[in-house]
Protein backbone atom coordinates (compact mmCIF):
# COMPACT_ATOMS: atom_id res chain seq x y z
CA UNK A 1 0.00 0.00 0.00
CA UNK A 2 1.31 3.07 -0.81
CA UNK A 3 -0.06 7.16 -1.59
CA UNK A 4 0.85 9.32 -4.46
CA UNK A 5 0.18 12.70 -3.13
CA UNK A 6 0.66 16.71 -4.19
CA UNK A 7 -1.27 20.14 -2.23
CA UNK A 8 -1.51 23.44 -4.00
CA UNK A 9 -2.23 26.76 -3.15
CA UNK A 10 -2.98 29.56 -4.46
CA UNK A 11 -3.80 33.50 -3.20
CA UNK A 12 -5.74 34.09 -5.99
CA UNK A 13 -6.58 37.68 -7.93
CA UNK A 14 -7.99 39.86 -5.22
CA UNK A 15 -6.91 38.82 -2.10
CA UNK A 16 -3.67 40.78 -0.11
CA UNK A 17 -2.63 37.51 1.60
CA UNK A 18 -3.39 33.98 1.29
CA UNK A 19 -5.71 32.70 4.43
CA UNK A 20 -6.00 29.19 3.14
CA UNK A 21 -3.00 26.49 5.16
CA UNK A 22 -2.76 22.56 3.85
CA UNK A 23 -1.51 19.75 5.80
CA UNK A 24 0.66 16.30 4.14
CA UNK A 25 2.42 14.51 6.17
CA UNK A 26 3.35 10.81 6.13
CA UNK A 27 4.62 8.30 8.22
CA UNK A 28 5.03 4.29 8.67
CA UNK A 29 4.11 2.63 11.78
CA UNK A 30 4.89 -1.25 11.73
CA UNK A 31 3.71 -2.53 8.38
CA UNK A 32 1.10 0.24 7.71
CA UNK A 33 1.17 3.34 5.86
CA UNK A 34 0.03 6.46 7.35
CA UNK A 35 -0.93 9.51 5.89
CA UNK A 36 -2.69 12.74 7.06
CA UNK A 37 -4.16 15.53 5.09
CA UNK A 38 -5.46 18.78 5.63
CA UNK A 39 -7.09 22.38 4.33
CA UNK A 40 -8.20 24.63 6.63
CA UNK A 41 -9.53 28.02 4.96
CA UNK A 42 -8.76 30.88 7.40
CA UNK A 43 -12.21 33.40 7.24
CA UNK A 44 -11.85 35.69 4.74
CA UNK A 45 -13.80 38.38 6.38
CA UNK A 46 -12.25 37.83 9.54
CA UNK A 47 -8.90 39.68 10.14
CA UNK A 48 -5.87 37.35 10.83
CA UNK A 49 -7.75 34.16 8.86
CA UNK A 50 -4.30 33.23 7.95
CA UNK A 51 -3.19 33.06 11.54
CA UNK A 52 -6.54 30.63 12.77
CA UNK A 53 -6.07 28.32 9.84
CA UNK A 54 -1.99 28.17 10.44
CA UNK A 55 -2.68 27.70 14.36
CA UNK A 56 -5.20 24.68 13.40
CA UNK A 57 -2.65 22.87 11.05
CA UNK A 58 -0.23 24.01 14.09
CA UNK A 59 -2.17 21.72 16.13
CA UNK A 60 -3.11 18.86 13.90
CA UNK A 61 0.93 18.46 13.45
CA UNK A 62 1.48 18.03 17.14
CA UNK A 63 -1.26 15.20 17.32
CA UNK A 64 0.44 13.48 14.72
CA UNK A 65 3.56 13.38 16.34
CA UNK A 66 2.81 13.31 19.60
CA UNK A 67 -0.68 11.78 19.78
CA UNK A 68 -1.10 9.52 16.95
CA UNK A 69 1.55 6.86 17.81
CA UNK A 70 -0.15 6.00 21.35
CA UNK A 71 -3.74 5.09 19.60
CA UNK A 72 -2.11 2.87 17.00
CA UNK A 73 -0.50 -0.32 19.17
CA UNK A 74 -3.50 -2.85 18.77
CA UNK A 75 -5.44 -1.31 16.22
CA UNK A 76 -7.42 2.24 15.79
CA UNK A 77 -10.33 2.66 17.35
CA UNK A 78 -12.35 4.81 15.69
CA UNK A 79 -14.39 6.11 18.79
CA UNK A 80 -11.08 7.11 20.60
CA UNK A 81 -10.18 8.81 17.41
CA UNK A 82 -13.04 10.67 17.54
CA UNK A 83 -12.70 11.69 20.97
CA UNK A 84 -9.01 12.66 20.24
CA UNK A 85 -9.54 14.73 17.10
CA UNK A 86 -12.92 16.53 19.32
CA UNK A 87 -10.61 17.60 21.92
CA UNK A 88 -8.25 19.16 19.56
CA UNK A 89 -10.95 21.17 17.77
CA UNK A 90 -12.13 22.09 20.97
CA UNK A 91 -8.95 23.32 22.20
CA UNK A 92 -7.88 25.17 19.24
CA UNK A 93 -11.50 27.31 19.19
CA UNK A 94 -10.95 28.10 23.12
CA UNK A 95 -6.87 29.10 21.88
CA UNK A 96 -8.15 31.04 19.10
CA UNK A 97 -11.05 32.92 20.62
CA UNK A 98 -8.83 33.99 23.53
CA UNK A 99 -6.27 34.94 21.13
CA UNK A 100 -9.35 37.42 19.57
CA UNK A 101 -10.39 38.67 23.22
CA UNK A 102 -6.75 40.09 23.85
CA UNK A 103 -6.21 41.19 20.72
CA UNK A 104 -9.74 42.80 20.18
CA UNK A 105 -9.69 40.74 16.37
CA UNK A 106 -11.96 38.45 14.79
CA UNK A 107 -10.47 35.28 13.70
CA UNK A 108 -12.13 31.55 12.50
CA UNK A 109 -11.17 28.55 10.13
CA UNK A 110 -12.70 25.94 8.53
CA UNK A 111 -11.18 22.53 8.49
CA UNK A 112 -11.15 19.35 6.99
CA UNK A 113 -8.80 16.25 8.20
CA UNK A 114 -8.02 13.36 5.81
CA UNK A 115 -6.60 9.95 7.89
CA UNK A 116 -5.46 6.72 6.07
CA UNK A 117 -4.30 4.13 7.22
CA UNK A 118 -3.52 1.52 4.42
CA UNK A 119 -7.10 1.92 2.67
CA UNK A 120 -8.94 2.61 5.65
CA UNK A 121 -10.30 6.45 6.51
CA UNK A 122 -11.39 8.79 8.69
CA UNK A 123 -12.66 12.23 8.35
CA UNK A 124 -13.30 15.15 10.21
CA UNK A 125 -15.13 18.26 8.63
CA UNK A 126 -15.75 21.85 10.49
CA UNK A 127 -16.88 24.56 8.25
CA UNK A 128 -17.09 24.48 4.13
CA UNK A 129 -13.93 23.27 3.21
CA UNK A 130 -14.62 20.06 1.26
CA UNK A 131 -13.30 16.44 1.12
CA UNK A 132 -14.55 13.83 -2.05
CA UNK A 133 -13.54 10.57 -2.82
CA UNK A 134 -13.14 9.55 -6.69
CA UNK A 135 -13.28 5.92 -7.91
CA UNK A 136 -13.88 4.11 -11.42
CA UNK A 137 -17.92 5.11 -10.42
CA UNK A 138 -17.36 8.98 -10.33
CA UNK A 139 -16.99 11.64 -7.59
CA UNK A 140 -19.10 11.11 -4.50
CA UNK A 141 -18.37 14.48 -1.70
CA UNK A 142 -18.14 12.57 1.78
CA UNK A 143 -18.40 15.89 4.36
CA UNK A 144 -21.06 17.87 4.75
CA UNK A 145 -21.18 21.18 4.50
CA UNK A 146 -21.89 23.68 7.39
CA UNK A 147 -23.48 26.33 5.99
CA UNK A 148 -26.35 28.41 5.76
CA UNK A 149 -27.93 27.38 2.29
CA UNK A 150 -26.98 23.59 3.27
CA UNK A 151 -29.44 24.14 5.98
CA UNK A 152 -32.40 25.34 3.63
CA UNK A 153 -31.45 22.42 1.14
CA UNK A 154 -32.12 20.34 3.68
CA UNK A 155 -35.21 21.55 4.89
CA UNK A 156 -36.41 21.30 1.03
CA UNK A 157 -36.42 25.40 1.10
CA UNK A 158 -33.38 26.26 -1.42
CA UNK A 159 -32.66 23.92 -4.32
CA UNK A 160 -29.38 23.19 -5.24
CA UNK A 161 -29.12 25.57 -8.36
CA UNK A 162 -30.53 28.33 -6.17
CA UNK A 163 -27.93 27.11 -3.50
CA UNK A 164 -25.24 27.42 -5.74
CA UNK A 165 -25.62 30.79 -6.94
CA UNK A 166 -26.66 32.24 -3.26
CA UNK A 167 -25.35 35.46 -2.25
CA UNK A 168 -25.65 33.73 1.39
CA UNK A 169 -23.33 30.51 0.19
CA UNK A 170 -20.26 31.87 2.34
CA UNK A 171 -22.33 32.18 5.52
CA UNK A 172 -20.77 29.12 7.81
CA UNK A 173 -22.86 27.86 10.75
CA UNK A 174 -19.92 27.37 12.58
CA UNK A 175 -16.04 27.73 12.46
CA UNK A 176 -13.02 27.11 14.84
CA UNK A 177 -12.34 30.60 16.85
CA UNK A 178 -15.24 31.82 16.37
CA UNK A 179 -18.21 30.15 17.66
CA UNK A 180 -19.32 29.40 21.26
CA UNK A 181 -19.98 25.16 20.34
CA UNK A 182 -18.39 23.43 17.71
CA UNK A 183 -19.85 19.51 16.41
CA UNK A 184 -17.72 18.50 13.95
CA UNK A 185 -18.66 15.99 11.13
CA UNK A 186 -16.42 12.41 11.91
CA UNK A 187 -16.79 9.98 9.21
CA UNK A 188 -14.82 6.47 8.59
CA UNK A 189 -14.99 4.17 5.80
CA UNK A 190 -12.74 1.80 3.37
CA UNK A 191 -11.40 3.08 0.38
CA UNK A 192 -9.91 0.73 -2.63
CA UNK A 193 -6.33 0.68 -4.42
CA UNK A 194 -6.93 3.39 -6.92
CA UNK A 195 -9.35 5.60 -5.13
CA UNK A 196 -8.40 9.11 -4.82
CA UNK A 197 -9.20 11.86 -2.25
CA UNK A 198 -9.38 15.63 -3.36
CA UNK A 199 -9.20 18.15 -0.25
CA UNK A 200 -10.34 21.53 -0.64
CA UNK A 201 -11.50 24.90 0.09
CA UNK A 202 -14.67 26.20 -1.09
CA UNK A 203 -12.70 28.56 -3.38
CA UNK A 204 -11.48 25.77 -5.21
CA UNK A 205 -14.68 24.87 -6.54
CA UNK A 206 -17.40 27.39 -6.40
CA UNK A 207 -17.13 28.19 -9.75
CA UNK A 208 -16.60 24.27 -10.94
CA UNK A 209 -19.01 21.70 -11.15
CA UNK A 210 -18.80 18.37 -9.54
CA UNK A 211 -18.35 16.80 -12.89
CA UNK A 212 -15.77 18.87 -13.82
CA UNK A 213 -13.93 18.31 -10.89
CA UNK A 214 -13.80 14.49 -11.59
CA UNK A 215 -12.64 14.96 -15.51
CA UNK A 216 -9.60 16.75 -13.76
CA UNK A 217 -9.11 14.47 -11.60
CA UNK A 218 -9.89 11.13 -12.34
CA UNK A 219 -8.00 8.07 -10.28
CA UNK A 220 -6.85 6.86 -13.85
CA UNK A 221 -5.14 10.01 -14.76
CA UNK A 222 -3.29 10.19 -11.28
CA UNK A 223 -0.31 8.56 -11.80
CA UNK A 224 2.36 11.05 -10.80
CA UNK A 225 3.29 14.02 -8.74
CA UNK A 226 3.50 16.33 -11.12
CA UNK A 227 0.69 15.34 -13.36
CA UNK A 228 -1.21 16.04 -10.08
CA UNK A 229 0.34 19.30 -9.80
CA UNK A 230 -0.45 20.83 -13.42
CA UNK A 231 -4.14 19.39 -12.93
CA UNK A 232 -4.64 21.44 -9.97
CA UNK A 233 -3.05 24.42 -11.55
CA UNK A 234 -5.61 23.63 -14.41
CA UNK A 235 -8.60 23.52 -11.71
CA UNK A 236 -7.09 26.56 -10.11
CA UNK A 237 -6.83 28.76 -13.40
CA UNK A 238 -10.27 27.71 -14.23
CA UNK A 239 -11.83 29.03 -11.25
CA UNK A 240 -10.53 31.84 -11.44
CA UNK A 241 -11.65 32.54 -14.91
CA UNK A 242 -14.73 31.98 -14.32
CA UNK A 243 -14.76 34.97 -11.19
CA UNK A 244 -13.49 33.17 -8.52
CA UNK A 245 -11.91 35.70 -6.13
CA UNK A 246 -11.36 34.03 -2.97
CA UNK A 247 -8.11 31.86 -2.29
CA UNK A 248 -7.79 28.59 -3.84
CA UNK A 249 -6.10 25.79 -1.86
CA UNK A 250 -6.52 21.81 -2.43
CA UNK A 251 -4.54 18.76 -2.10
CA UNK A 252 -5.41 14.99 -3.82
CA UNK A 253 -3.63 11.80 -2.77
CA UNK A 254 -4.28 8.71 -4.55
CA UNK A 255 -4.03 5.26 -2.93
CA UNK A 256 -2.01 2.72 -5.35
Given amino acids: MDYITASYSDIGVSKENNQDSTLLLRARSGGDEILL ?25 SWFSERLPYLLPGGLSSNELEEDWKRVVVSTNRQLADYAAKNSIELGTTAV ?6 NDYYLLNVGDSRIYLLDTEGIRQLTKDQTLVQREMDAGRMTYEEARVSPDRGLLLQCIGASNIITPQFLSGTAEPGNAFLICCDGMRHEVTADELYTAFAPDSLTSRSIMNRKLREVTDLN ?17
Fill in 113 to 118: VLLLIN
Fill in 37 to 61: ASVCDGMGGLSRGELASAIMVKNLT
Fill in 240 to 256: IQRGETDNLSAVIVKII
